[in-house]
């Protein structure tokens, strides 16, 4: 089972990345998908996550209205789209598979972690 972030990068302040996460389709197989990051210092934290069929979605209250988490289970993949990006998003992102088909805030509940992808934002 692999999963994979990618798309990260160095922007600046009010710019706009876009990361993917893909796995192969027995991964996302039924499975809701988190995005987490975790700044140097600083304990990995949640920041969005998508149910397996897309009807459900949920962000950080740092993030809300920034941020947008997709997916297209025809492509094995999920997205998130991050815009009028801070410097305070500078964290390595990864992407994991949650342990049922919603996408929970908790990293108890996902089993799964791609490695992640470095997003720093300059002021």
């Known amino acids: 089972v692999q999963l994979q972030a990618s798309g990260g990068g160095l922007v600046q302040a009010g710019g706009s990345l876009r990361l993917s996460c893909t796995a192969s389709k027995r991964t996302f197989s039924n499975n809701g998908v988190g995005w987490f990051r975790q700044a140097p210092g600083k304990e990995r934290e949640f920041v969005a996550g998508i149910s397996w069929r897309g009807e459900f979605t949920s962000y950080a209250d740092s993030v809300k209205d920034r941020f947008t988490t997709s997916r297209d289970n025809a492509k094995n993949t999920v997205y998130l789209q991050m815009n009028s990006l801070k410097p305070e998003d500078t964290a390595v992102y990864y992407c994991?598979?949650?342990?049922?088909?919603?996408?929970?805030?908790?990293?108890?509940?996902?089993?799964?972690w791609g490695r992640g992808t470095q997003v720093t934002v300059s002021s």
């Open positions: 994991a598979r949650d342990r049922t088909s919603l996408a929970h805030t908790s990293e108890k509940d996902y089993n799964y």
